[in-house]
């Protein structure tokens, strides 16, 4: 029993810090931190692994002098919890159960709504959105993503488009999508997960029905936005899917 205190007493908190090292890591080397941040944090994890080095070494240099009791085990195992869960749950991106306690439904800024709107000094009552057609959301090989024809159905309307989301099935979604029980959609994120936000666009085709909810698809149709009870219906009429491996990054930014 002495001897077990001795090592705890003696590596409990160079290993609670070691674990965290490499825990942060492996997530800046492999880019598992932006199944749930933006790609921009991975400069502040790979700061907080070196600080966590730091504790991890100064531990080991100046060893804990008291005895390890039961309240510095509890604040351990706290400190842990993080690591803990994340192992639980190694995939643990948003999908089909998110989407339906999120999903907002669709209209005019829908997408906006979920960047922050600046308003011009002339009219304040004008939004002015950003310009995403050029920024880094776009997808490899340039295809417009959902939050590209929403932010700019004018482009696409009457256009084929090919955009790549995850595949979603569900009644709950026909009074948003003129009783279409179908629909492609991503997650726009700001910060991180906590404030991911669905995009959906509607799919009317006939191929949708060997596919599941949360597999990824490319979906390539016509891209049509129609005007019903006065919201705004964005659709993919005649659309073909192809199931797709997830993108690097599966949320948009």
Same mark, same amino acid.
């Given at each position: ?100 306690? *999120? +999903?907002?439904? !669709?209209?005019?800024?829908?997408? &906006?709504?979920? %960047?922050?709107?600046?308003?011009? #000094?002339? =009219?304040? /009552? ?59 959609? *991503? +997650?726009?994120? !700001?910060?991180?997960?906590?404030? &991911?936000?669905? %995009?959906?666009?509607?799919?009317? #085709?006939? =191929?949708? /029905? ?44």
């Amino acid at each position: 029993m002495r001897l077990v205190q001795k090592l705890l007493q003696r590596w409990l908190e160079p290993a609670v810090f070691g674990v965290w090292t490499v825990f942060l890591l492996y997530l800046v080397v492999t880019a598992q931190y932006t199944l749930f941040l933006r790609p921009a944090f991975g400069i502040l994890l790979a700061l907080a692994h070196f600080i966590a080095m730091g504790f991890m070494l100064a531990a080991v240099i100046r060893p804990r002098k008291k005895p390890v009791d039961a309240s510095t085990a509890v604040r351990a195992l706290v400190l842990l919890v993080p690591v803990l869960y994340y192992l639980a749950t190694p995939n643990g991106r948003l999908g089909s159960q998110a989407f339906n306690k *999120r +999903f907002t439904g !669709t209209g005019n800024g829908v997408a &906006a709504r979920q %960047l922050e709107l600046t308003f011009s #000094s002339d =009219e304040e /009552d004008t939004p002015v959105y950003p310009e995403p057609l050029d920024g880094p959301i776009k997808e490899i090989g340039q295809n417009p993503t959902i939050l590209n024809i929403l932010l700019n159905p004018e482009k696409y309307t009457g256009k084929e488009v090919s955009i790549i989301g995850i595949f979603l099935r569900n009644e709950e979604i026909k009074p948003h999508f003129g009783g279409r029980e179908t629909a492609v959609y *991503r +997650f726009l994120v !700001t910060c991180c997960v906590a404030d &991911a936000m669905p %995009l959906a666009i509607a799919i009317d #085709s006939g =191929e949708s /029905d060997g596919f599941e909810n949360d597999q990824w698809v490319q979906v390539t149709g016509v891209f049509e936005l129609h005007e019903i009870d006065g919201k705004s219906l964005p659709l993919l009429s005649h659309a073909r899917l192809e199931q797709v491996e997830a993108p690097p990054f599966p949320y948009l930014f």
